[in-house]
Every structure is written in C-alpha cells, then in structure tokens.
Nanobody
Framework: QALLEESGGGLVQAGGSLRLSCVVS????????MGWFRQAPGKEREFVAA????????DCSESVKGRFTISRDNAKNTVYLQMNSLKPEDTAVYYC???????????????WGQGTPVTVSS
C-alpha cells in the first residue's frame, strides 16, 4: 500500500520553471519505480518521465527531453520533476505514480496521486 501526494504546481509564464514534488507514504519507497504523467483537458494521460528504484536510470518523453528532469531522494521518500523552459503546451494536470519493479512508459502503475495542475501562460 502506498499513498502519493503531489505538490508544486501552479501558474507560470512561458519560459519559466517549476519543480513538482511527490511524497510517497510507503514502507519501502525504494521498492518502487516512479513515473510522472500528465493529462491536458480533452486529451489522454501521457507519459512524461520515469526513474528506476535506485535512481540510477531515467527515461523521458521526446516532448520534454532537455527541459524536464526527474530525480528522487529515497531518504525522503520523494520524487521530483524539475521543469524548465515551460511551454503553453505543457499545461496539464501532472500525476506521479508508483510501480513495484521496473518503470514503464504506459500508465500501468500500481499507485497514483491526485495530481497537481500546471498552467503555462503565453
């Protein structure tokens, strides 16, 4: 069982930055690969980035490569998404997710947070 809580979303101008955090309440945070997904109005949920259990391996979508960075602090049971050079098309609700074992790009994760909204104005 794991509970996930995201924070850090908000309104930012294009070109700006935000850092999202996701705190995970679980007995073994290090047993979970973590992912960030987003869902814009009227669109399907899409993969943004993921990180392995140790933090030694990461993956991200082509649309955010070079702008977003995922990281984790296993001592704090927290995963982060640093978002730089934000664009209006990054506007969405951002969700973190936990998966026992390895990360994947599709949304078949075991636990999800409630999401935090990000709005990028032009």
């Amino acid at each position: 069982q794991a509970l996930l809580e995201e924070s850090g979303g908000g309104l930012v101008q294009a070109g700006g930055s935000l850092r999202l955090s996701c705190v995970v309440s679980a007995r073994a945070f290090g047993a979970y690969a973590m992912g960030w997904f987003r869902q814009a109005p009227g669109k399907e949920r899409e993969f943004v980035a993921a990180i392995s259990r140790s933090g030694g391996s990461t993956d991200c979508s082509e649309s955010v490569k070079g702008r977003f960075t995922i990281s984790r602090d296993n001592a704090k049971n927290t995963v982060y998404l640093q978002m730089n050079s934000l664009k209006p098309e990054d506007t969405a609700v951002y969700y973190c997710a936990a998966r026992a074992g390895s990360y994947i790009r599709n949304p078949q994760y075991d636990y999800w947070g409630q999401g935090t909204p990000v709005t990028v104005s032009s």
